[in-house]
């Protein structure tokens, strides 16, 4: 194999095109994978060649919504074909780990839906496969490339809030309900990945309470607490059981709050230029009042754009470049290590759960092919 340069993807993505027609294979046609048939065939420059269901009424359903495709009940029809270069994989949780395990070792690079694995050793066990054999892993964190979420990151980049005191998320909605795993991997998952994204910092514990309402062993409903670094406090609800769609966040900060609200349809963020001043009292010598500073709501222009189409172009840049997805292997294996850290909590009644090291994979009967990956860092 001939060693290629992998480097940390830091700027903008587009959907441009090369000489060379990029083939994609679709594993999973449930509910995301169609979305995902539709996006990449919209690409110029690229084409998805075949996708895999094991149910067959599900294969019949996207022939017809897509003419030409092939379809299978059986993986080895994408992993074993050449003409395939990249893979999406969009099945249940529980099987992430084989298919994606399988797919790297077929010499693919890999999107894959979030979360990557339903454990942390599973996660570091395809890391370090996808560095070993220089292939590009990438996962589903959509809200990374939802345009309002990428606003507010540019105005904390841009230090519009000052020194971040918490923030406060929400994602709520009656349904759709999952048998395979909770509202913590599937709801909260989204929320977790947003603040590892904005905050660029890892939490060091987190306090979590949860109940099973619908069905045993399966919470409905979860209330996050996470500590980060230098006093930041996350708290994140989320429900698949409340009489409401809700999807928001809100940061606050010392110089300015920051709201986003992604089914507003005014505009998803507002700035809040409000914040609180310390007056001196003349009453005493030394003493003084916390004053509330009112000013201006600033509701910036945020162009529309599907989340899910800036993903799959980056993607594409990604594996053209040879350069790391922002929702990289690392990325997605830190936010399971936060989720891990709060389903502990939960199972002891919400007790603080310190969010573990990174695990390190098993090791290997033979070392590892050498690979050259610039800024590789532990976030």
Not at 150 to 160: G, K, N, P, T
Not at 294 to 315: H, M, N, Y
Not at 343 to 353: N, V, W
Request: glycine share 6%.
């Amino acid at each position: 194999m001939v060693e290629q340069t992998i480097r940390r993807d830091g700027g903008a993505f587009s959907s441009t095109s090369d000489d060379m027609e990029y083939q994609v294979g679709v594993i999973g046609c449930g509910e995301w994978g169609p979305n995902h048939i539709r996006n990449f065939n919209s690409i110029p420059g690229c084409r998805v060649r075949t996708c895999v269901d094991l149910r067959e009424e599900r294969r019949q359903a996207v022939s017809r919504l897509f003419r030409g495709l092939k379809t299978s009940g059986d993986v080895r029809a994408v992993l074993d074909d050449p003409k395939i270069h990249g893979v999406v994989v969009a099945t249940p949780t529980a099987t992430h780990f084989d298919i994606v395990r399988d797919a790297l070792l077929a010499g693919k690079d890999v999107l894959c839906e979030k979360p990557l694995a339903p454990t942390a050793d599973e996660c570091a066990v395809l890391v370090d496969l996808a560095e070993e054999r220089s292939r590009i892993l990438m996962v589903g964190h959509v809200f990374l490339y939802n345009p309002g979420i990428r606003r507010l990151r540019e105005s904390l980049l841009h230090d519009d809030c000052g020194r971040i005191y918490y923030v406060h998320a929400e994602r709520t909605n009656l349904g759709p309900f999952r048998r395979d795993v909770s509202a913590v991997f599937d709801l909260a998952s989204h929320d977790v990945s947003i603040l590892l994204f904005l905050l660029a910092a890892m939490p060091t514990e987190v306090s979590a309470r949860g109940e099973c309402y619908l069905q045993p062993n399966v919470q409905d409903v979860a209330f996050l607490s996470i500590a980060f670094p230098n006093a930041v406090l996350a708290n994140v609800h989320v429900s698949w059981l409340d009489p409401k769609k809700v999807r928001r966040l809100t940061v606050v900060g010392d110089r300015k709050m920051i709201a986003w609200d992604d089914l507003d349809a005014t505009g998803p963020i507002r700035i809040y230029d409000k914040g609180v001043v310390r007056s001196s009292s003349y009453r005493d010598y030394g003493e003084f009042q916390l004053l509330a500073r009112e000013g201006d709501v600033t509701i910036p222009r945020v162009a529309g754009a599907e989340p899910l189409k800036l993903q799959s172009e980056q993607f594409l840049r990604c594996v053209r470049e040879r350069v790391l997805p922002e929702s990289d292997g690392r990325f997605a294996l830190n936010v399971v290590r936060v989720l891990e850290a709060a389903q502990r909590s939960i199972a002891q009644g919400g007790a603080p759960s310190a969010v573990a090291a990174r695990p390190r994979a098993t090791p290997r009967s033979s070392p590892p092919k050498p690979i050259s990956v610039a800024e590789r860092t532990e976030r």
